[in-house]
């Protein structure tokens, strides 16, 4: 193995959390490599959930706003100016058993792995849940989204429908209004989760409309979808909506699949890091951001842990004699 190859530290994922620990570390001297990912069925481009964000309002220190794409931009110039490496590809796979820890880029039956690495930053995010239906990965891209940002555009003067009742749901319905002529929210309760001035924005949009108690049921349509078929959760009554987009916003899954057999999580997948701190239950290995993180999943929590992950880090390489 080529002595490029050994790292003091590898950060997995390229969000707020893993470009913070990335600013962090480089600023540390220690030469950070992040892995950044690469375009998914969900997301075109590496960078996280931010990449598929419209209007940040609440990241401090841009009162006017930023667009999500054009902060973590910024993330990824400061990281860089630091010297920070940043690879635009996938970990395949990683043994966290023995140390240095070794991260495997692209073939994952190879039996050297890519990278050996003292020390591994896990910030690999989490990623929009779909509805499931069969019909939905079909028609991904052809009507169905779960990116207001990227694809709203496309459904300028049409009716199209957003399916969940959070934060995440009012903000795109919201959004969506700049392009379509009417939005209807499907949501599965009489109520919505989203924060109050959240519902209140939403509630005073007068292009959004509420269908309440329903689910969707089916997508029809074969290469472009042309309505939906939605259920009427009190009455059990099936009806036909005609929309030419459906946005999907009902939450996310951490992206652990990598580690779920090597590290300890909660029931619902998110790592688990010992309290007050991003260590992991291995040594070496720390934990960051939305992967790790049910509760706030803000990207100034998430840079915040980053940075958490990234002292975390530094101190242990400095223990163990690598710092
Ligand atoms: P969320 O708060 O978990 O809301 C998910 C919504 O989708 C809920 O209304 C849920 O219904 C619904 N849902 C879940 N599974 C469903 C299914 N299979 N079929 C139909 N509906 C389903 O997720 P989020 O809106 O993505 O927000 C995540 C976190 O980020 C929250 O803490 C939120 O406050 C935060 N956030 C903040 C902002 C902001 O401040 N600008 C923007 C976006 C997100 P139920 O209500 O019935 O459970």
Not at 78 to 96: H, M, N, P, S
Not at 240 to 252: C, E, N, P, R, S
Not at 308 to 316: N, P, V
């Amino acid at each position: 193995m080529d002595k490029q190859d050994n790292h003091k530290v590898v950060i997995i994922g390229s969000g707020p959390a893993g470009l913070t620990a990335a600013i962090y570390t480089a600023r540390a001297n220690l030469n950070p490599l992040v892995i950044e990912g690469t375009p998914s069925s969900t997301s075109n481009q590496p960078g996280g959930q931010l990449m598929l964000t419209t209007d940040v309002e609440n990241y401090p220190g841009f009162p006017q706003g930023i667009m999500g794409p054009e902060l973590m931009t910024q993330f990824r110039e400061q990281a860089q100016r630091f010297g920070a490496e940043i690879l635009t590809d996938k970990v395949t796979r990683v043994d966290l058993t023995q140390l240095p820890h070794s991260i495997w880029v692209g073939d994952p039956n190879k039996p050297e792995p890519t990278y050996h690495t003292w020390s591994v930053i896990i910030s690999t995010g989490a990623e929009p849940l779909t509805l499931g239906l069969e019909a939905e990965q079909r028609l991904i891209g052809r009507g169905v989204s779960t990116c207001a940002t990227c694809d709203g555009f496309f459904f300028t003067n049409q009716h199209i429908a957003i399916v969940g009742g959070g934060d995440s749901a009012m903000e795109e319905a919201i959004f969506l209004t700049r392009f379509a002529s009417k939005v209807t929210v499907i949501h599965r309760r009489d109520k919505l989760r989203a924060s109050k001035i959240m519902q209140d924005r939403a509630f005073a949009n007068d292009r959004i409309e509420f269908l309440w108690n329903s689910t969707v049921s089916n997508l029809i349509g074969q290469n472009r979808l042309e309505a939906v078929e939605v259920i009427n959760r009190v009455t059990n009554k099936t009806s036909v909506l005609d929309i030419t987009g459906l946005f999907i916003a009902i939450g996310h899954r951490p992206n652990t699949d990598l580690f779920t057999d090597q590290l300890h999580h909660k029931q619902n997948g998110y790592l688990l890091t010992k309290p007050n701190s991003s260590h992991t239950e291995v040594a070496g290995v720390f934990a960051c951001g939305d992967v790790q993180d049910d509760v706030y999943r803000q990207a100034i929590t998430a840079a915040g842990s980053g940075c958490m992950a990234a002292i975390d880090a530094e101190r242990w390489l400095e223990s163990v004699g690598h710092g």
